[in-house]
């Protein structure tokens, strides 16, 4: 943690503003122009509104108010937001092509599994990025010595860090850090600090003691029992990943909004509009603000926009990213149909739970004994160009309204202003790809 975002990153960005131990730029040029740092300061602070709180701490104006980031910001700037504000940035592309390498090597090691082919990138990776350091900050001039602390050289072990230890998000963190953090409540006598410190830390491990020999953890726990399902949520049998949460809003539907459900429906059941829309008509159609995923511990809470009223200092939680099958034939009606998975983007608009009473409607759907069905209204932001390293995507403008099941909802995601377009950033890697198996593409 220390390594990376609290040293190396900041080091770099000292090199860039002409503020690392007196060093010009020598033989180079990577240095940023007052006008354009800031521009990358004003659009680092605009940024924090529209990546969603679980991606981290708000960042602020990393020209301004550098002096205040944490470890935690560090790593949501370089990760993300970084990425973007640096593009076209620098004169010459070299030197952004050189911090998304190290942006991608950073990737690997937060990765929760790596393999072994992935250490070894990992090792050639730093390898040949400390080369490309000393070239352009060192520029091999004893003069300019200063530039490769040792930092610098650490880098070169995180490979083999990562054989001896396993991935690096097992020991990334300080727990004594942490456990002074713990600490700091006890302080309630200032005459007798330490006796305050001693007797805390005594009778927190009788209490973990009597928790692990007699199994009594909840029993003896001061905060109130976690509900697994939130006041005024909604579990659906049947969607058994996600959580429904309010603000909740029951009657009828505008007609546009009931013919996207009617056609969503009628596609997935290969069936006719003319047999859906009397079935969805005698339905009853209820509309929830948030939706939780809850298929991990901590799971993203999506927020449907059209139902949640933003706040000025809200942080968007409405951008997903989302997967469906599409034909790779559509525009050829000769050739049989194949199913391939596509990932999109857009803003979650609304969330619809479809409960059907009617006995002729379910079993015209199959529904069984979970005679519901929950939908999601998206927006689509149409992609029109993707970074060539890394898992950026750009759009203009947003598409048309795609009503899906909510199941196809796959992370939140979040977006960083790039000039006169958006890029969508997902923290989600390609571990939570859905993988189409076309061996199962029977029906």
Partial sequence: MHLIFENLLPNLIKHWTGEFKGLDEGSEAYRFLPHIWEAIGKATAAAGGTMPSAYGARVPNIEQDRANMSAEMWSLWLLYIGPVVLRRRFLHQKYYDHF???????????????????????????????????????????????????????????????????????????????????????????????????????????MEQI????????????????????????????????????????????????????????TRFNMRVQEVRPHVRNADIVQYGRVRRVDTDEGDTIRAADLV??????????????????????????????????????????IYVVRF??????????????????????????????????????YENQGELDTVDITSIQALVGRVRDIDRWAIVDR?????????????DSN
């Fill in 309 to 350: 009223a933003s706040r000025e200092d809200s942080r968007d939680a409405d951008y997903v990213r989302y997967e469906l099958y599409v034909d790779r034939n559509k525009r050829s009606k000769r050739k049989k149909v194949e199913l391939e998975l596509e990932t999109f983007y857009g803003q979650l608009r609304r």
């Fill in 100 to 206: 998304v390498e190290l942006v991608r090597l950073v990737q690997i090691c937060l990765q929760f599994e790596i393999t072994h082919d992935e250490i070894c990138d990992v090792r050639a990776g730093f390898q040949k990025w400390v080369v490309d350091y000393e070239k352009i900050y060192y520029q091999h001039n004893p003069e300019r010595v200063s530039a490769c602390p040792l930092t610098i050289h650490a880098l070169l072990h995180i490979a083999d860090s990562i054989e001896y230890m396993g991935p690096v998000w097992c020991y990334w963190a300080f727990p004594m850090e942490r456990y002074c953090g713990n600490l700091q409540p006890a302080l309630k006598s200032r005459r007798y600090p330490y006796a305050s410190l001693d007797r805390y830390v005594v009778e927190r491990a009788q």
């Fill in 211 to 266: 928790n692990a020999i007699y199994n009594v953890a909840p029993e003896m726990s001061l905060r109130p029992p976690h509900r697994k399902i939130p006041r005024g949520g909604y579990a659906p049998i049947a969607y058994p990943t996600c959580i429904l949460l309010p603000p909740r809003v029951a009657g009828p539907i505008e007609s546009p909004a009931l013919t996207a459900i009617v056609v969503a429906l009628a």
């Fill in 357 to 394: 009473r009617d006995p002729h409607a379910i079993a015209a759907f199959d529904l069984g004994n979970e005679p519901e069905i929950v939908l999601a209204s998206i927006r689509s932001c149409p992609v029109t160009e993707t970074h060539n390293v890394l898992d950026i995507h750009y």
């Fill in 428 to 440: 989600s890697g390609t571990l939570a790809r859905a993988v189409f198996d076309s061996s199962r």
